[in-house]
């Protein structure tokens, strides 16, 4: 399997709460991405990160920011969880913006905001 | 602003029949992706479709791109129960556009017995 992780697997929080997910790469990629999965809209881009410090708004970046302070590390943090953050979060990867192969996906992250 | 639309959005069929999922994308694009998601899953890559005319094939699972319809096609054949998956095909804007994949709504397969 290419060398990413996401932690947690499953979280539950309380609305209100910040909540940090986190995207762990092993393959010196350049690009990650972080996209939220819910049914009957397919996967949709959250944030994405072309290189260390560098990072740009998806199409549903409301509510939701990002750090990337090493090529391995891609953090996404809900600042105050609602319950429409509820989802199933993958992070993925690409070596180019040509990338010929697509993404690499992680095993994604499913949060619960009660 | 890129779009893609995939239907059927489900799709139930017998095994040993054929059918066609279809995903359509509103810009010009010369990369298409197709992803297999099982239930509690991360995605799978399937077939990377490069340039105009484009068809590949695994097993039963066909794929091929038209760029000028802006319409690429997973035709599965013989269906077998293995297959029931989420399929979800993928969209890179033209080249000196933005970086990320646009995808599709999915596609729910249940190959049925």
């Known amino acids: 399997d290419a060398g990413i992780t996401q932690s947690p697997r499953h979280k539950v929080t309380e609305t209100g709460t910040p909540v940090t997910l986190r995207c762990h790469q092993t393959?010196?990629?350049?690009?990650m991405y972080w996209y939220r999965q819910d049914p009957g809209h397919g996967l949709r881009l959250i944030h994405y990160s072309y290189g260390v410090k560098d990072t740009d708004k998806g199409e549903v970046s409301d509510g939701y920011s990002v750090s990337r302070s090493k090529t391995e590390d891609f953090l996404l943090t809900l600042e105050s969880a609602t319950s429409s953050q509820t989802s199933v979060y993958f992070c993925?990867?690409?070596?180019?913006?040509?990338?010929?192969?697509?993404?690499?996906f992680g095993s994604g992250t499913r949060l619960t905001v009660v | 602003e890129l779009k893609v639309e995939q239907n059927p959005l489900f799709l139930s069929m017998q095994e040993g029949k054929n059918y066609t999922i279809y995903c359509n994308y509103s810009t010009t694009s010369d990369r298409l992706y197709w992803y297999r998601q099982d239930p509690g899953k991360s995605l799978e890559s399937l077939f990377v479709l490069l340039s105009n005319g484009a068809v590949k094939q695994e097993g039963r699972l066909m794929a091929s791109l038209d760029t000028k319809a802006r319409l690429s096609t997973l035709h599965i054949t013989a269906a077998v129960h293995d297959l029931s998956a989420t399929y979800f095909c993928a969209v890179a804007p033209a080249p000196g556009s933005a970086r990320q994949l646009t995808f599709g709504s999915g596609t729910q397969l249940t190959v049925l017995p």
């Open positions: 993925a990867i690409s070596q180019t913006d040509r990338q010929l192969s697509g993404y690499t």
């Open positions: 393959e010196n990629h350049r690009y």
